[in-house]
């Protein structure tokens, strides 16, 4: 298993020597011995790029972004805050400052990696490390409080993926060992532990009572929070090659919907896991080996009777909740979660930048590009950002190069940078007018 670093290195290292085939046959020719044909006349355009550049809608160029009011919320408990993913703005300070530092335990490594968003709650905050150590630190000074090993008894090899939840009293984590426990927040210790259908990549999300985790083999499996018993399941098509990690399933309480690595939506009821509607996020036109992957990484946002989702393979849709039908659709890729807030949704792409589309008819409003490699002239050394969230008035992004941006929302400029410990690739959480950051070291970073 390779680290996310090394994952995004071969997808550019792959591209490279495809550039090199399929961009001209004077280099072929030379390794054949042939001498080579003069190259034909014309501007030279890749084939290995996306077709379509994302770009403003010059109809939405005077209209002005606005955001609503910030709210105080006192806890992220789940991925995406709320089982909806809805979180709207969030209170905090515009120009928050470094609090404290802390230590979940261990950060990715060559055979193993830090997968999951921290969650806040009951003035705690809890977060599983790249070893599927589950750790509780306070929430106002970053002290451990306690520990836990979530491996299975007599286990020794490793497993990559999984994350915690908050809900009703209880902290359930799900394993990259196939299982899926329930702690006591207080101390750590196992209320119960279940298996599943197969290993377990990104954290649960917790509704109606009911534990929802995707599992590697595609399949969403509902248990019971109470005693960990199988309430029904639903199988996605099984896919033999996708992006490291997983998203977690959105919830209220009339529908579940599923992501799925093969890029399937579904929309299904809470009460039996039947289909009440199905989509897709598959690319209508691929361009290369990478937009074969029809990968949902980003997290399915619910809000208002429509749900938004965004795929790795170019395309970010609006349904209908009740009924399946799509209310519209933007050549868009990404793995990151849409953040919606107000009119505007906003997303990082693929091509590293920050997008603003509006909520009813996704039409994009302004694009930011950010920094993409550490050395631009050389195109080394790329750089991969996680987020956005939307709190005290600025969109708030972390960089694998180390680094958290404030973004502007009226157009995406940059207005506020801090320092990191160390790279980060999972987006920003934020409660109690607190941003925290889970660095890919294991260094969590309160910013307040």
């Given at each position: ?33 042939k ?24 109809r ?113 984590a ?21 298996r ?20 590697l ?6 248990l ?26 959105a ?42 992957l ?129 790279a ?25």
């Amino acid at each position: 298993m390779t680290t996310a670093r090394n994952i995004r290195r071969s997808a550019l290292l792959s591209a490279s020597l495809l550039a090199v085939f399929l961009g001209g046959c004077d280099t072929v020719g030379d390794w054949f011995g042939k001498s080579a044909d003069p190259p034909l006349p014309g501007q030279r355009v890749s084939i290995l790029t996306r077709e379509r550049k994302v770009e403003p809608d010059a109809r939405l160029a005077d209209v002005a972004v606005t955001v609503p009011s910030p709210t105080a919320n006192a806890a992220w408990a789940q991925p995406g805050g709320v089982p909806d993913h809805a979180m709207g703005h969030l209170a905090l300070s515009g120009n928050p400052v470094e609090a404290w530092r802390g230590d979940v335990g261990a950060g990715s490594s060559s055979s193993r990696m830090l997968l999951g968003v921290p969650v806040i709650a009951d003035g705690r905050v809890f977060a599983m490390d790249a070893d599927a150590h589950v750790s509780a630190l306070n929430e106002r000074t970053g002290g451990s409080v306690w520990r836990v090993d979530t491996r299975p008894e007599n286990e020794r090899g490793g497993a990559t993926g999984g994350g915690v939840a908050y809900a009703d009293g209880r902290l359930f984590a799900a394993t990259g060992y196939a299982e899926v426990l329930a702690l006591d927040p207080a101390n750590g210790s196992v209320l119960w532990r279940k298996r599943v259908a197969g290993p377990v990549r990104g954290a649960p999300t917790v509704a109606g009572g009911r534990v929802l985790v995707l599992t590697l083999d595609n399949q969403l499996v509902a248990l019971s929070a109470s005693d960990g018993a199988l309430q029904w399941s639903h199988q996605g098509i099984l896919e033999t090659a996708g992006l490291l990690g997983a998203a977690s399933p959105a919830a209220d309480g009339a529908l579940v919907v599923a992501p799925y690595s093969s890029g399937e939506i579904f929309g299904l009821r809470p009460e039996n896991g039947r289909v009440s509607w199905q989509e897709s996020l598959a690319a209508i036109r691929r361009t290369g080996a990478l937009s074969n992957l029809a990968d949902i990484r980003g997290l399915p946002v619910m809000d208002r009777g429509i749900v938004y989702a965004i795929g790795h393979s170019g395309r970010m849709i609006a349904i209908d909740q009740r009924i399946g039908n799509r209310v519209w659709e933007t050549e868009i890729g990404g793995v990151q979660t849409p953040w919606l807030a107000g009119d505007y949704l906003y997303v990082v792409t693929n091509d590293q930048e920050v997008v603003a589309v509006t909520r009813q008819a996704g039409r994009v409003r302004w694009v930011a590009p950010l920094e993409r490699y550490s050395d631009p002239k050389a195109k080394s050394g790329p750089i991969v950002w996680a987020g956005p969230v939307l709190a005290g008035g600025r969109l708030w992004v972390a960089g694998s190069n180390g680094v958290l941006l404030g973004l502007s929302t009226a157009n995406g400029q940059i207005e506020v940078t801090r320092s990191l410990p160390a790279a980060a690739y999972l987006p920003p959480v934020v409660a109690n007018n607190t941003l925290y950051v889970l660095c890919d070291n294991g260094s969590l970073v309160a910013f307040r």
